[in-house]
């Protein structure tokens, strides 16, 4: 993954697509490395597929809310859908009419993304509700709670908005480096708490007035140029209660209390993509297609599997006693979590899985760059 400049005075429609372009490419690259030949496929866990359906297109980091049974997806050209993660079928389906860098946040009832233009886009249901300019480019799905909608832009703002009106409420903006991370990063709510990344800290604010609550450093700004200095905080954040487990780009995982706001431990890792785990264990993919494990208590290293190396991994999903990961041909793996053992592939269209996998009740959901969605039953 790779990082673009935060050009605030440069037209959005040229700092967004170069962004992502070199998103894109930086997870190519990897194919000039000979990739391990995985040989055939000898499935040790059952999994099938469910059901499929298709959004379009995804040029941007995607990030699927699932709500209950639902799950709510978009794709580049501005299509957003609300789908029954149990059966595929659309609840509804809206065209907006413009192209999408950002989504989708939903608490079920309003679902939000982000423009090209930068235009933050609420719907009530499959209506359009408001449109409302925002300061920056913003690659980060909204955060729809508490009837707000909380807009973590690249120039490291957080907006928050009523979710019905329209109306701004309050803006929380914090200095940084110039450049920023070309994929998401973290807002989410944990009891009455805002939970943001901001350069290397994780942040919590009041969520009625943006103050700050508690601040826990992740990650330092370390080396002498502004590529060597990026420290954001990546998506994909492991909760167990208060305790918030998360990635500094390139640099470190940590896990934070967030009650008190303080950092428990922190740990060196070079990875790009966030975590997930449970109340024993973390898993993470590095940026070399390595596959880790950790104690979730003191960060200690359980077990490391190199079998996938060099395939432009997502993060890790857990689900049941197996990891759920995509990779850059579409193949979604299911590994040992007991150990990063193999147990099964499943194929998709061929193109790069979009992001993370999603478990939504008893179905795997993922999504490709041409758009085709799947619903996975694993055993």
Known sequence: ???????????????????????????????????????????????????????????????????????????????????????????????????????????????????????????????????????????????????????????????????????????????????????????????????????????????LNGKVRWEAQVANSRGTNEVERLVDLVSGVSREGNQLCVRAFQSSIACVDAARGNTIWSKPASGSTGLDGDASMLFGTESDGRVIAWGRADGERLWTTERLSFRSLSAPRLVGQALALGDDTGTLHFLSRKDGAPLNRMPTDGSPIAFDPVLVGTTLVTVTQRGAIYGFKPD
């Not at 707000?148 to 480096?177: C, H, I, M, T």
Request: with cysteine; charged share 20%; aromatic share 6%.
């Open 1 to 207: 993954m790779r990082y673009f400049p935060l050009l605030t005075k440069v037209m959005h429609r040229l700092v967004v697509p170069v962004g992502i372009a070199m998103l894109l490419t930086a997870c190519a690259g990897t194919d000039k490395v000979k990739k391990v030949d995985l040989g055939p496929n000898v499935p040790v866990m059952g999994v099938r597929t469910a059901w499929t359906s298709q959004i379009g297109g995804v040029g941007f980091p995607l990030q699927i809310r699932a709500v209950d049974n639902l799950i709510y997806v978009a794709g580049s050209e501005g299509n957003v859908a609300a789908i029954d993660a149990r059966t595929g079928g659309d609840l509804w389906r809206v065209a907006l009419g413009v192209k999408l860098t950002a989504g989708v946040g939903s608490d079920g009832r309003y679902s939000a993304v982000v423009s090209r233009d930068n235009e933050l886009i609420v719907l009530d249901g499959s209506k359009e509700n408001w449109r409302s300019k925002l300061g920056a480019v913003t690659l980060t799905a909204p955060l729809v709670a508490g009837s707000r909608v909380f807009v973590l832009s690249a120039n490291r703002s957080v907006v928050a908005f009523d979710a019905s009106s329209g109306r701004k409420l309050w803006q929380q903006q914090r200095s940084g480096e110039a450049l920023v991370l070309g994929r998401p990063g973290i807002v989410m709510a944990v009891g009455d708490t805002l939970v943001t990344g901001l350069s290397g800290r994780l942040v919590g604010l009041n969520p």
